[in-house]
DNA sequence: TGAACGTCATGAAACGTTTCAAGCGCGTTC
DNA sequence: GAACGCGCTTGAAACGTTTCATGACGTTCA
């Protein structure tokens, strides 16, 4: 009952097996008149193909993998919503994982994918997974790197230019005003952190006034590692406090703003201004509706599927790395200094 | 080079194709001299079990469904975090669809989760899906449905007793002095908004004072809808607002907040008490810190995971339903009226 | 008229696994 | 010493699909 086979629509066709299979696969290598009887047949069966077969034998994956490393960030569900989008167009799932900056979940979730033989993999990934990645690669899974730079040039990768968003946040700060801006995050392994505290500095450096930069680390990048920083300015005397913060993100800058405001000790942004990045939908629901840098995420996602579904339709591409700008969005956050 | 099978294990270890997947499968059935022989071959070829045969073959499924209604909500994410945990535990990745609250995307996921053969479906429904798990179940495909109590007791559920939560958060808002409550969700098609409420009323008629208890409907439950709520309440003179509001859930709680207190014309909780439902990790670093009832979101999703794994291992059980108790958690924005 | 060709349909082989009946070797029991 | 039981291994069958060599049939062209 439960479990109708190809052979059984091609009985109640009254066709063969390899013409119910070309109707599925090729129509057009087919007469119209067959399409039509066994379409038919499959709709008075409900057959559904077998995902499972199709795979074992023709080789191909209607999955694809998507490892994230940082699920509480909101920006990655868009990422993935992206990559949805593009994924259910061509009909393939997708299997998730978030590792929690957890490097042996992240190996957990590569091997599982690898056993699924997914299509491809999509990652951002945490630590560094470049040789586990090629063994993928040699087993026929290509990868590629979202929001991260692939360093090498060995996989494709879909980013932002976290440099040049760097330095656009603290050109912004600059313009409106402040002069002693701290840039709050980390960790340093990670690149979208090192690569936005470079852009900072070469804001700050390029600035036509004098242009105070320092850098207060944080373990991690959610809204506690902020609150814990912004505790640490606070116990500063006020004279010693940054005048603006560009946090590494806006979770960052969202527990920032809560340690900050919270006991109302300072008032954002007359006395700090504060800057994030990722522009997710509550940064403009903050308690201070924050400025943040605009990533374009849904489209991050949908091109990482995108170059990924190319690539594993031809593997001898070679791999090419997409830069999105980001965009300055302005709200209280950063209002101009009087 | 790139795929080694069972048939290369075998020959390296020199035993048979049935011994190596029994050590695969259940090693106390095989000598632990084969074992080791058979572990060691594995170790040198860097074989990995391809999951397509098996599953086509044993028909058992490695992956899990989890179909979500509003993939804006972090709520969800919690969830799905649980599940995950308890799914890496058995092996089992999860295949992710966010639906977003559009009914043909909805559809579309489950005919892809069909075709994979998924093991189970844990599902956070939007639409009258009832017919379509019932024809999915017939085909050995079970389901779970989260954050619904399933009314018919068709299948079995993990939600959280939303009619307290509802009563617990209005008694907590009379508690603390307020008296003109409005309750702002929707839409009354889901039963989480329709259940909050009727915990509302349950809350305002027992109250030992006299309580108003208004509706204000929302087209959905995101921060926009709570801030277009936020809006039409800012329209109404001063003494026809309510003193306290029950948001939904956080999201049209945070959006509400924030057109409040935007342009600074209304005092939260001076003038009107906030409380939202979810306790996502945003509430507390809102504008003003945000009183919520917690769920626990990420025992939902591992107990959900739990109990589909159960059904699938044995399908005659019967359907039960799981509800866990919501937990009022306090912060400025009810802070008691003076 | 016959060769050549194009269009479709056919059915068996193959993908890599699990399962299972059968068999082997060896020790124990009567 | 035959019969039996036990622990383990074996190899073929089966899962449902795609692929591919083969061939049937009809049309075109020299």
Redesign the interface.
């Known amino acids: 009952?439960?479990?109708v086979s190809i052979r059984d629509v091609a009985r109640h066709a009254g066709v063969s097996v390899g013409t119910v299979s070309n109707v599925l696969n090729r129509p057009d290598a087919v007469s119209p008149d067959s399409v039509t009887k066994v379409q038919a047949a499959i709709e008075a069966l409900?057959y559904?193909?077998?995902?499972?077969?199709r795979?074992?034998r023709a080789g191909v994956?209607?999955?694809v993998?998507?490892v994230v490393l940082d699920?509480?960030n909101?920006f990655y569900?868009d990422v993935?919503?992206g990559a949805?989008d593009e994924a259910?167009r061509h009909?393939?799932?997708?299997?998730?994982?978030?590792t929690?900056e957890d490097v042996k979940?992240e190996r957990?979730?590569l091997?599982?994918?690898?056993?699924?033989?997914v299509r491809g993999l999509l990652i951002a990934p945490y630590g560094d997974v470049n040789r586990r990645l090629e063994?993928l690669r040699?087993?026929?899974i290509g990868a590629v790197l979202v929001d991260r730079f692939s360093g090498e040039n060995k996989f494709s990768s879909v980013s932002v230019d976290n440099v040049a968003g760097g330095r656009m946040a603290v050109e912004h700060l600059v313009a409106t005003g402040r002069r002693r801006i701290a840039f709050v995050g980390g960790p340093f392994e990670m690149r979208q952190a090192t690569d936005r505290l470079a852009g900072a500095r070469v804001a700050a450096e390029g600035a036509e006034v004098p242009v105070d930069l320092e850098v207060i680390a944080t373990a991690a990048m959610g809204?506690a590692d902020g609150?814990a920083a912004g505790e640490r300015i606070l116990r500063r005397r006020a004279a010693e406090r940054p005048d603006a913060v560009f946090a590494v993100n806006d979770l960052v800058a969202?527990?920032l703003?809560?340690s900050l405001v919270?006991d109302r000790r300072v008032m954002v942004p007359e006395e700090i201004a504060i800057i994030g990045f990722d522009d997710i939908?509550?940064a403009?629901?903050?308690?201070?509706?924050l400025s943040s840098m605009r990533q374009p995420s849904k489209v991050i996602g949908m091109t990482a599927l995108r170059v990924l579904l190319e690539e594993a339709a031809d593997p001898d591409l070679i791999p090419r790395q997409t830069v999105f700008q980001p965009e300055l969005v302005v709200r209280r956050s950063t209002d101009p200094h009087r």
């Open positions: 009952m439960a479990n409900g559904v193909r077998n995902e499972a077969a795979k074992l994956s209607a999955t993998g998507f699920g509480q909101p569900y993935i919503r949805e259910s009909g393939i799932a997708i299997l998730y994982g978030a929690d979940r957990v979730y091997d599982l994918f690898e056993e699924q033989q063994r040699e087993r026929g809204v609150a969202l527990g703003l809560q919270g939908s509550f403009a629901a903050a308690a201070v509706p």
